[in-house]
């Protein structure tokens, strides 16, 4: 058995929710938790003790069910203690562990590391563990399979400093566990972009095949297939340069959000 199993949950309309445990311990965390009856119903299913919340960032479709679930604790002292962890914002409900850059917590055996990502949200972060079989990183809304989030709360220069220097560095097999399925409208603007990248036209049919099915079909991708197929991932390439005429990286990372932002 592996040490580590991460389960996808789909959520409202196009969210995801991840169950992450512990094989052995069977503890168990839950990334945004945003249906909290769906939460505690698949955790019993698994057979886990849930005692962790991960909070990518504030925005009420990540965090909106931290209060609910947190009450669901307080109500049932047989569920245990529960942690809700996240960047450290007052907009966070019940936020009990703030975390920041390079902030790690242990879920059960798993360790994990807090990467901080503002700019979508200031106090966004992402989640990476590394075990000896797997890694796998929880991206929130900053980077989607083959995008990226809206740049809310911030500028071009935080988003490249998130999805350059901070993702594109972690190893090009971590599985990458997004917020959204945005895969097919992400990959058609990512083929508008690069009509010549192959990877990102292969992968474009795919999710068409994949359209109904889609939240089961796409997600996870990996920092490796992100490199080769997202062009927020490749503002250094003169192909993605040249679709927004642009010859620097910043400036392209912002020219091409505000291509997106109409696409
Ligand atoms: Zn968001």
Same mark, same amino acid.
């Given at each position: 058995m592996t040490r580590m199993t991460v389960k996808k949950i789909p959520a409202l309309k196009d969210n995801f929710m991840y169950l992450v445990v512990c094989?052995?311990?069977k503890n168990a965390a839950i990334v945004d938790p945003v249906e909290p009856s769906r939460v505690l119903e698949v955790a019993k299913e698994s057979g886990v003790t849930l005692n962790k919340v991960l909070t990518t960032h504030h925005h009420w479709d990540h965090a909106g069910g931290n209060a609910e679930l947190f009450k669901r604790y307080q109500e049932d002292a047989s569920l245990g203690q529960l942690a809700i962890y996240g960047?450290? @914002?007052?907009?966070?409900?019940?936020?009990t562990n703030p975390v920041g850059q390079d902030d790690t917590l242990q879920i059960g055996n798993l360790k994990v590391r807090c990467i901080s990502t503002p700019c979508h949200t200031t106090s966004h972060i992402c989640y990476y563990i590394e075990s000896a079989e797997d890694k796998v990183v929880f991206t929130g809304d900053t980077l989607f399979l083959a995008g990226c989030g809206r740049f809310f709360e911030g500028t071009p220069q935080q988003m490249y400093d998130a999805?350059?220097?901070?993702?594109?560095?972690?190893? @090009?097999d971590t599985k990458v566990y997004c917020g959204h399925e945005y895969a097919l409208n992400n990959l058609r603007f990512g083929n508008t972009v690069e009509p010549n990248n192959e990877d990102v036209l292969k992968l474009l049919n795919i999710a068409k095949d994949a359209d109904l099915d889609g939240r089961r079909a796409?997600?996870?991708?990996t920092i490796g297939q992100e490199k080769r197929t997202n062009v927020f991932m490749r503002v250094h390439e003169s192909s993605v340069q040249k679709f927004v005429g642009k010859s620097d990286p910043l400036g392209t990372m912002q020219a091409l959000r505000a291509a997106k932002d109409k696409f």
């Open positions: 094989n052995e311990t960047g450290n @914002d007052d907009r966070i409900p019940n936020l999805l350059i220097t901070k993702l594109s560095a972690l190893p @090009d796409m997600v996870p991708s």
